[in-house]
């Protein structure tokens, strides 16, 4: 009786299981560090390498996500010119802006008569003299009808353009937006091909850690060998390299981050003066803390993943003889 309770007595608990499974992870995981630290150069121009490779597709995505902040800020200027029939009178095209301001689809309207018309581009257009020798004003009358838009939806615009153009008191409405179209479609094509870009630099991520992990290997084979020849199973001696892989991702990432800022704190001075001359107070915007931290985690993640392959194909391949 008294040996089955030595026996109990003597078997750890799983809270002493699992004190003990951080315990080794935490070592092993300052270990990997302090072998890091021992060859500070190669581990810098490596963590610089894997930087490098991600700063371009990161920072290429930060200046696509302010054009488009930026042309979104264009796009929310769209206004259709509705030219009204020459025979509308001002009373009616009062009644016609009361009507069209209560439509859903629309934000804002606003009339400018014949002779607001004309006066304006007597100072617009420096023909003022000439202008003066017509008998009567040439120029209709024009509502400006700003359309509500939701999420830069253009097809809600053309609706609203196609209904404007119906009205029997409309000679003709125009939509001069066209530009913007081809700016989005043009920032499409450019998103698609970040993407492509960010995925090549990926894989090339990838294969250098998966060539600095075997390296790595290679050169403690003979302790590899020590710890299979004592019991050392494939994780235990996984481990120290999956951590390396992990430190360097993360080293990686960081360079990754202190790049784009400093990149993107050196073009926004420019940037801004630029914005005044058009009248406009754009900022730069740099990386938020969510794109931080998915930039950080996704090089983690390459880093663990590249070391995961590297480890787990060139660990097999050293046996005891």
Same mark, same amino acid.
């Given at each position: ?16 299981l699992?004190? @003990?499974y951080? %315990?080794?992870?935490?070592?092993v995981?300052?270990?990997?560090l ?5 060859a500070p ?5 490596t963590?610089?390498?894997?930087? !490098?490779?991600?700063a371009? /597709?990161?920072?290429l995505?930060t200046?696509?996500?302010n054009a *488009?902040q930026?042309?979104g800020?264009?796009? $929310? ?8 029939k020459k025979? %509308? @009178?001002e009373?009616?095209?009062q009644?016609?802006? $009361?009507? !069209? *301001?209560?439509?859903?689809d629309?934000?804002?309207v ?10 304006e581009?007597?100072? +617009? $257009?420096?023909?003022?003299d000439a ?11 024009? +509502? ?13 615009t ?6 404007l153009? *119906?009205?029997r008191?409309?000679?003709?409405a *125009? ?11 043009i920032?499409?094509?450019?998103e698609?091909?970040?993407l492509i870009?960010?995925?090549l ?7 250098v ?7 790595a ?11 299979? =020849?004592?019991g ?22 960081? !360079? ?5 800022s400093?990149?993107? +704190?050196s073009?926004?001075?420019? %940037? ?5 001359l ?12 969510f794109?931080? =931290?998915m ?10 993943v590249?070391?995961?392959f590297?480890?787990?194909r060139? %660990?097999?391949?050293?046996? /005891?003889e």
């Amino acid at each position: 009786m008294s040996t089955k309770k030595r026996k109990i007595q003597n078997k750890p608990n799983i809270a002493t299981l699992v004190k @003990s499974y951080f %315990i080794s992870h935490i070592q092993v995981f300052f270990y990997s560090l302090g072998q890091l630290s021992r060859a500070p150069v190669s581990t810098l121009m490596t963590s610089m390498v894997i930087g !490098i490779a991600l700063a371009l /597709p990161t920072g290429l995505h930060t200046l696509l996500k302010n054009a *488009q902040q930026l042309s979104g800020g264009w796009e $929310s200027t769209t206004q259709i010119s509705v030219f009204l029939k020459k025979n %509308i @009178s001002e009373s009616h095209a009062q009644k016609l802006k $009361s009507d !069209i *301001q209560d439509w859903t689809d629309v934000a804002a309207v606003q009339y400018i008569s014949r002779k607001q018309a004309l006066d304006e581009f007597q100072k +617009l $257009s420096g023909f003022g003299d000439a202008l003066k020798a017509l008998n009567s004003n040439p120029l209709p009358s024009v +509502l400006i009808v700003k359309p509500k838009l939701t999420d830069n939806n253009h097809q809600l615009t053309q609706q609203l353009l196609n209904k404007l153009n *119906q009205l029997r008191q409309t000679d003709k409405a *125009q939509l001069d937006m066209q530009w913007v179209r081809r700016l989005y479609a043009i920032m499409d094509i450019i998103e698609r091909g970040v993407l492509i870009l960010g995925g090549l630099l990926a894989l090339a991520v990838l294969l250098v850690m998966g060539n600095t992990i075997r390296l790595a290997i290679q050169n403690r084979s003979k302790e590899i060998v020590v710890m299979k =020849l004592i019991g050392g199973t494939d994780a235990f001696i996984r481990r120290p390299f999956l951590y390396t892989g992990f430190w360097y991702g993360l080293f990686g990432g960081v !360079i990754a981050w202190l790049l784009v800022s400093f990149a993107l +704190l050196s073009i926004s001075s420019p %940037i801004e003066k630029l914005s005044l001359l058009y009248q406009n107070q754009f900022e730069l915007s740099s990386l938020s803390f969510f794109a931080t =931290l998915m930039l950080l985690a996704l090089s983690i993640f390459l880093g663990l993943v590249g070391s995961w392959f590297a480890v787990s194909r060139h %660990i097999k391949e050293i046996e /005891p003889e």
